[in-house]
Nanobody
Framework: QVQLVESGGGLVQAGGSLRLSCAAS????????MGWFRQAPGKEREFVTA????????TYADTVKGRFTISRDNAKNTAYLQMNSLNPEDTAVYYC??????????????????WGQGTQVTVSS
């Protein structure tokens, strides 16, 4: 069955870094664009970043641009999110997701086919 399993979340001080991983199985990973979303308590799920299936193109929310980097390894069926210069506003549950609908829809959570269970990231001040 299809699975997306996030790991790497945790508690970090402001200014610190974390690297999230998303291990995929049950579908052809290289045929899907991958995205990361996050949801803070009381807020809607928001787009963070996405990477096209080949890895050639990426896009970022303005709030994380220059601090976060998305990457993927199609040989390992894994996507990554490197998060640097974290601040308390980055505290949220982070989800990875996969879509084959088309790159034009990369920022729309309802266009993603598969979702992970999420991993908590907490940034203390």
């Amino acid at each position: 069955q299809v699975q997306l399993v996030e790991s790497g979340g945790g508690l970090v001080q402001a200014g610190g870094s974390l690297r999230l991983s998303c291990a995929a199985s049950g579908f052809t990973f290289s045929n899907y664009d991958m995205g990361w979303f996050r949801q803070a308590p009381g807020k809607e799920r928001e787009f963070v970043t996405a990477i096209i299936r080949s890895g050639a193109f990426t896009t970022y929310a303005d709030t994380v641009k220059g601090r976060f980097t998305i990457s993927r390894d199609n040989a390992k069926n894994t996507a990554y999110l490197q998060m640097n210069s974290l601040n308390p506003e980055d505290t949220a549950v982070y989800y990875c997701a996969a879509t084959n609908v088309g790159w034009v829809f990369r920022r729309s959570p309802n266009q993603y086919n598969y979702w992970g269970q999420g991993t908590q990231v907490t940034v203390s001040s």
